[in-house]
């Protein structure tokens, strides 16, 4: 009786030994992969950053126009009621419509993206982009009907113009890779294009409420159509 006695306890301690063990494996297992306590001292410039002020020194500023500068004095950033046109490479465009917004530029003072409202002949627009050196990359819009579109454009290639002092040429044509939108009528759409702009692959959903992707040809014909759902439905009919 006490020979078993003995090795059941021994059982018992095996048992919750290789329970911890387990538990412990499985954390170590799961545990992702983080810098280390060295490597973040090195990158830390304040561990007590300061993050408010005592007090504010205006309760309310009035202006058209703010601007936030570098240390040399260049523009990074503008507040405006009304944005100033596109400044690519040293030389300012006009913009297609107002903007009423924030404006981001790089360190030679190009536009680099910005967000705002535009005030477009059909309404009121809510815009968003991040730009790459001479023509948009990201784009957010809410249109004045209600419809919603994100793009994703392929990054042109930088042409110089002689005549302009070799200066980039803005608004080099490119392909819109990727859109995800939302029409009027609520129908959504993720749309992949081909260098040539052309959709060639979209995935929806029909007005009958069916998920479906659409493969398109080079002239925007849609050749072929996956929709289980509806193709299921058809069949049982």
């Known amino acids: ?70 240390d040399d004095g260049t523009i990074r950033m503008t507040l405006s ?6 400044i690519i490479d040293g030389i300012q465009y006009r913009r297609a419509f107002g903007v009423s917004g924030l ?4 360190a030679k003072g190009s536009e680099r993206g910005g967000f705002g409202v535009a005030d477009t002949p059909g309404g009121t627009a809510a815009v968003l982009a991040l730009d790459h050196p001479a023509m948009d990359a990201v784009g957010w819009r809410v249109s004045p009907d209600g419809s919603v579109a994100f793009t994703i454009n392929q990054a042109p290639p930088l042409i110089r113009e002689p005549g302009l002092d070799n200066k980039l040429v803005p608004g080099v044509q490119t392909s819109t890779r990727v859109k995800l939108s939302v029409a009027a009528d609520g129908t959504p759409a993720v749309a992949l294009s081909d260098a040539n702009d052309q959709a060639r692959v979209r995935m929806t959903v029909t007005p009958e409420g069916y998920g479906a992707i659409e493969f398109l040809d080079a002239s925007g014909k849609v ?3 996956l929709a289980p759902e509806r193709d299921s439905k058809q069949a049982d009919t």
């Open 1 to 70: 009786m006490t020979r078993l006695s003995s090795a059941a306890k021994r059982f018992s301690l095996f048992a919750i030994l290789w329970s911890v063990a387990s538990v412990v494996a499985a954390q170590t297992a799961t545990e992702p992969k983080r810098p280390s306590l060295e490597a973040l001292e090195k990158i830390i410039s304040d561990r007590t950053p300061k993050i408010r002020v005592n007090a504010v020194d205006h309760e309310r500023i009035t202006a058209k126009r703010i601007d936030i500068v570098g």
């Open 81 to 86: 009621a009304n944005t100033p046109p596109p």
């Open 103 to 106: 404006i981001l530029y790089d």
């Open 223 to 225: 050749i072929h159509v």
